[in-house]
């Protein structure tokens, strides 16, 4: 049967189809086709709206981004021999990584990329400690890396007068 009719035959299947049943979780009068199966085979629904059920879902799973760092963290820390005191409530995730801002950050299930959430520690050798932290993306947090911000901003300086120099000796064409 194609995918369309049997959609269609599966709802037709789900009892009392035209009565509304209250969600559970928003209290709204919904019919029943918009309720996630709890069974399929017993035509059974859940008690909470798909809609619902939805929002519930990019919550638990945004709550796991953040238990996944805050695990990862602790186990760093203890490796490292770095303090700790992080809470779940501490790791907060930005949609844009704060330094290099139009990269737009992800949860990348597997291998790190440049755009997946890194739990940076400002100060590295303080530790994960409240206020030493925030999320940036694996590109900074890798380019980053334990450096400075003093070898930072001494590196970037030199490059740019190097550039500079590059231009101004006509060695660079620029349109
Ligand atoms: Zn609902």
Redesign the pocket.
Same mark, same amino acid.
Request: aromatic letters at 0%; hydrophobic letters at 0%.
């Given at each position: 049967m194609p995918f369309k009719e049997r959609t269609k035959a599966l709802k037709s299947n789900i009892p009392d189809f035209g009565k509304p049943k209250a #969600?559970s979780? &928003?209290?709204?009068l919904?019919p029943l086709n918009q309720y996630p199966w709890l069974n399929e085979k017993d035509k059974k629904v859940k008690a909470? #709206?798909k809609? &619902?059920q939805k929002k519930k879902d990019l919550e638990y799973k945004s709550k796991n981004i953040e238990r996944g760092i805050l695990n990862h963290a602790r186990r760093r820390a203890k490796r490292m021999g770095l303090p700790f005191d992080l809470k779940l409530e501490d790791i907060i995730l930005p949609i844009y990584c704060p330094d290099l801002p139009w990269i737009k950050l992800k949860r990348n299930s597997g291998t790190l990329h440049d755009d997946s959430y890194s739990l940076d520690r400002i100060i590295p050798w303080l530790g994960y400690v409240k206020g030493n932290i925030r999320i940036i993306s694996w590109r900074a947090n890798r380019l980053k890396g334990s450096w400075s911000v003093y070898e930072l901003e001494l590196i970037a300086k030199n490059n740019r007068v190097e550039i500079n120099r590059i231009i101004n000796e006509g060695l660079l064409m620029v349109a």
């Open positions: #969600c979780h &928003c209290g709204k919904k909470c #709206c809609e &619902c």
